[in-house]
């Protein structure tokens, strides 16, 4: 060997690149699936800023490009408005669980109104079901049919949703900033900014967010046009969403979708700093209290036990 | 440069059939784990077996326990640099070539994990938005980054002096060295207070777990050494004194005796007076209920002690075979308490109380196995190309 | 040296090969994991409180007087509940069994009021507020009952404040709702453990 010990002899350097040629090959077949990727790259997505660093004229751009995707995708004719948070108000809501008979019509109203995933299926709220003299979540139940619903007798029922938190685990955990608190007090997510790494997900104590594990499946005749784009317009594969009180409703003066589909008013809505607001009225003299609490998370969700 | 690459080059290609075989079975488990990955890609994370319920998986579990392995590396050092174990500096290299291999394995365990790549930049300070300090994910990225750095410089420094035949500068040598001392334990401690942090989820909301994580993992790292080590030392590559083995045999007992005596003190607190936050720990344990993962939570347990008995027993530590069985059962047990038994069970029940338990898919272990056999091929060949200049075989001309 | 090196070629290079048919194959085949998206039914999600449509579609109201003005007498105040009068109704309104606690016995078309007068069918909440105080002031405040509409209504018809009998059939008046919604659906790759098997009965 001697003088030829660190030479590469032909033999070995053909081998060597036959090895190289093979792995590249087989690594080239490997991701060849890829080339089904549906959704074409777009630079222009791919480079776009977080939704607190665009200028007015970055919006309306971004809008216009996304209600192009949109109906070209649904064949809808779709709507994306940016409504700002109004002054001097901070939502709350106020669940009476005294009146909840468990229906789950605001977990429906609220995928049609959110443009929620049907498959795999996205729903922000949801119902328990509770004996009778417990308020332990362990042994509620999540997955009881119809039939046992309305059983006001035997159970009692609780919806649970984001809390809309003054202090928000979620927001605080997020490592790209893409999830933060509006002045009005809900907590958006910006869809486009979202890495996907499901920390927040982690984070929330009460189970309020959802991830898009797959492309989001919506009919096209049940997609709701009406948009915002911090809230119900289609969200994208691989990011985080929330309930956001219906910005795009509630901004304009409207009930949110829980609020106006709950058959028997056991949901409230209104502004926390307007003396006058239903739920100020209900929190002022009914005894309400906040789940879990003791987390001191501060969510704006009360629940009050009241028969009338 | 060429020169260098085709020194390497035959390095790399030239070996025993073991080796070949070696390299060969871990690349082919490198491409299939991409190909599984280009689905996973294609059709999302609905390919795991995560769902909102259950949203980290076996990925974050194999992510947690791998930077327990490379945060060990220093356990190895310390030795070395604070003790003045002479014995122990000529193996301190496959350490840190090890917490390479184990930091990348780590950063691809969270890339893959992301629903989203294609926006990785939002993660970069300044072009994206680095929501530094509040978030710990944000400190486990410096950390990480950082560690990975600080030990390519050392080795890359300490490879480069060996193959100019010239003697590793001091200061530059050891003022790095101590900086990954201090660095080392911080990769996994700000690990643990990713989880730790959360106030929502009592199984992990417990100040008990950044020393659990700390003392897990200097008994599974330097475990996983030992193991090359003596591998190493059977195929001649080097040689390994009695002394070495017997130090780092120590540092391993040591810490999985501590790690044993975490478990069952956190064990103790939770389910003495069982309180509506001890019912993680009680399902998987197994107590209330029944968990896929009990079964497996115990052979953790079994496997901890079973590796400490032996560790303990002088008969059979003078005999290597069974210092590779200890190692290797403290490694499995540690997995096993550390991914599947720490970071899944965080989940079940969710904050809402809904059990839903979690079952990795095909395509998903294929993705984590395809992560380690990269991770170790890397190694491999990390080691392969280390091996000749530290023994003096490639030098400058 | 070099019959190890002859392995590369005579192993790793047909893997590679094989591997590469393998992945196109499969990468062929590969289907998507998700089931396709069903539609959802709009009596899951369209707002409506249990007596709307009843309300809303009923023909006869306020003209009562058609025919106990000019073919049916006056019955006598005494009497609980004529016998063979509107043997529909199935009255289960607690002690209240007397039809003409509500209705006006001089004037069907309209419901009794304290002062004599009669209220008209618009204000029925009135009625019921003679016995039920505490829900009439709730229901006036706001914290009982449906509303829909805007939660800061500053016009008069911004929002729609639901009657009693919106969701009480006054003659029932136990709440009752039909439209019933399923529950979350999960997909079969996850496994959910069901109560009973980890709280047993007395704990539960």
């Known amino acids: 060997m001697g003088d030829n010990k660190n030479k590469l002899s032909r033999r070995e350097f053909l081998t060597a690149a036959g090895i190289g040629a093979a792995t590249c090959v087989a690594s080239a077949a490997a991701i060849s699936p890829l080339l089904k990727l549906t959704n074409k790259f777009s630079l222009e997505e791919f480079l776009q800023k977080n939704y607190r660093e665009l200028t007015p004229e970055d919006k309306k751009r971004i809008f216009k490009r996304l209600e192009r995707e949109i109906s070209k995708k649904y064949g809808v004719k779709a709507k994306i408005s940016d409504p700002p948070p109004l002054k001097g108000v901070k939502y709350a809501m106020v669940i009476n669980v005294g009146r909840c008979i468990g229906c789950r019509k605001c977990v429906y109203a609220c995928m049609k109104e959110n443009n929620n995933s049907r498959s795999p299926q996205v729903q922000y709220i949801r119902v328990m079901r509770m004996e009778k003299g417990k308020i332990d979540l362990e042994t509620a139940v999540h997955d009881y049919p119809e039939s046992e619903a309305g059983q006001t007798d035997k159970y009692w029922y609780m919806p649970v949703q984001c809390h809309q938190c003054e202090d928000p685990p979620c927001v605080k955990v997020c490592p790209v900033s893409a999830t933060w608190k509006e002045p009005d007090g809900i907590v958006v997510v910006d869809y486009n900014w979202c890495i996907g790494c499901r920390y927040c997900l982690a984070a929330c104590p009460y189970y309020g967010r959802r991830f898009n594990w797959a492309e989001p499946q919506i009919p096209k005749n049940e997609l709701n046009p009406d948009m915002a784009y911090l809230s119900n317009r289609p969200r994208y594969k691989g990011n985080a969403e929330k309930c956001t009180f219906c910005l795009q409703r509630t901004r304009n003066g409207r009930y949110t979708a829980c609020v106006e589909a709950c058959p028997t008013g056991a949901r409230k809505f209104g502004n926390l700093l307007d003396a006058e607001s239903e739920v100020r009225k209900i929190i002022d003299k009914e005894r309400v209290f906040i789940l879990k609490e003791e987390l001191n998370t501060i969510p704006k969700m009360y629940y009050v036990f009241s028969k009338a | 440069m060429i020169n260098l690459i085709s020194k390497f080059t035959k390095v790399l290609i030239n070996g025993n059939k073991y080796y070949i075989l070696w390299v060969t079975f871990l690349l082919v488990l490198v491409l299939i784990g991409l190909h599984a990955y280009s689905r996973q890609l294609i059709y999302g994370l609905y390919t795991t077996g995560m769902g909102d319920e259950v949203s980290w998986g076996f990925y974050i579990a194999n992510f947690a326990f791998l930077v327990g392995m490379a945060a060990a590396a220093v356990m190895i050092v310390i030795p070395v640099y604070i003790f003045k174990d002479k014995d122990v500096k000529k193996i301190v290299i496959f350490a840190e070539l090890f917490a390479i291999a184990a930091v990348i394995m780590c950063l691809s365990f969270v890339l893959i994990d992301l629903g989203r790549i294609d926006r990785m930049w939002h993660l970069i300070p300044i072009i994206g938005i680095f929501h530094w300090p509040e978030s710990m994910l944000t400190w486990d990225v410096i950390v990480l980054n950082g560690y990975l750095f600080i030990n390519i410089f050392v080795c890359f420094y300490f490879l480069y002096k060996k193959y100019h035949n010239q003697e590793p500068k001091t200061w530059i040598y050891l003022s790095v060295v101590f ?219 | 040296m070099n019959r190890n090196v002859k392995l590369w070629l005579f192993i790793t290079v047909p893997l590679c090969c094989l591997l590469v048919i393998v992945f196109i194959v499969s990468g062929f085949t590969f289907k998507s994991p998700v089931p396709p998206a069903k539609p959802l039914s709009s009596k899951w999600y369209i707002p409506e409180t249990p007596r709307e449509n009843i309300i809303e579609n009923e023909v006869v109201v306020g003209n009562c007087w058609i025919c106990h003005a000019m073919w049916v007498p006056i019955p006598d105040p005494n009497v609980i509940r004529p016998i063979g009068a509107h043997p529909e109704v199935i009255l289960k309104h607690g002690k209240n069994k007397r039809c003409y606690n509500c209705h006006m016995i001089t004037d069907r078309s309209r419901y009794t009021s304290d002062d004599g007068k009669g209220l008209l069918y618009t204000n029925v909440a009135q009625l019921c507020g003679r016995c039920h105080g505490i829900v009439y002031r709730n229901w006036l405040n706001g914290t009982h009952g449906v509303n829909r509409g805007k939660w800061a209504p500053k016009k008069p018809f911004d929002v729609t404040k639901f009657q009693c009998n919106y969701c009480h059939d006054p003659h029932q008046p136990k709440y009752k709702f039909r439209h019933m919604a399923p529950p979350p659906t999960w997909d079969k790759k996850f496994i959910r453990t069901k109560k009973v098997e980890i709280f047993k009965e007395g704990e539960m």
């Not at chain 2, 005796?257 to 069982?274: K, T």
């Not at chain 2, 497996?296 to 560790?311: E, H, K, P, T």
Request: some cysteine.
């Open chain 2, 179 to 397: 900086l990954s001392i201090i660095w080392a334990p911080s990769i996994h401690t700000v690990t643990a207070f990713l989880f730790q942090g959360l106030g929502g989820r009592p199984f992990w909301h417990s100040p008990l777990i950044a020393p659990r994580f700390l003392s897990s993992a200097f008994s599974a790292g330097p475990a996983f050494i030992l193991i090359v080590l003596i591998l190493l030392d059977k195929f001649k590559a080097i040689h390994i004194s009695e002394h070495t083995i017997k130090r780092i045999r120590q540092i391993v007992t040591i810490c999985l005796l501590i790690n044993i005596f975490f478990f069952f003190s956190e064990v103790f607190a939770d389910l003495y007076m069982p309180t509506s936050h001890s019912i993680n720990l009680a399902f998987l344990l197994g107590v209330k209920g029944k968990s896929i993962l009990t079964p497996w939570i115990r052979l953790s347990v079994a496997l901890s002690i079973i590796a400490a008995i032996m560790f303990l027993t002088p008969k059979l530590m003078k005999n290597n075979v069974f210092v590779v069985i200890a190692c290797i059962l403290t490694d499995i047990g540690i997995w096993l308490e550390k991914g599947l038994g720490f970071v899944i069970p965080g989940f079940i029940p969710t904050p809402l109380g809904d059990f839903v338990q979690y079952k990795p898919t095909f395509n998903e272990v294929l993705i984590t196995i395809s992560v380690w056999a990269g991770g170790l091929l890397l190694y491999t060949i990390l080691v392969k190309i280390a091996l000749p200049i530290i023994n003096g075989e490639i030098r400058k001309e």
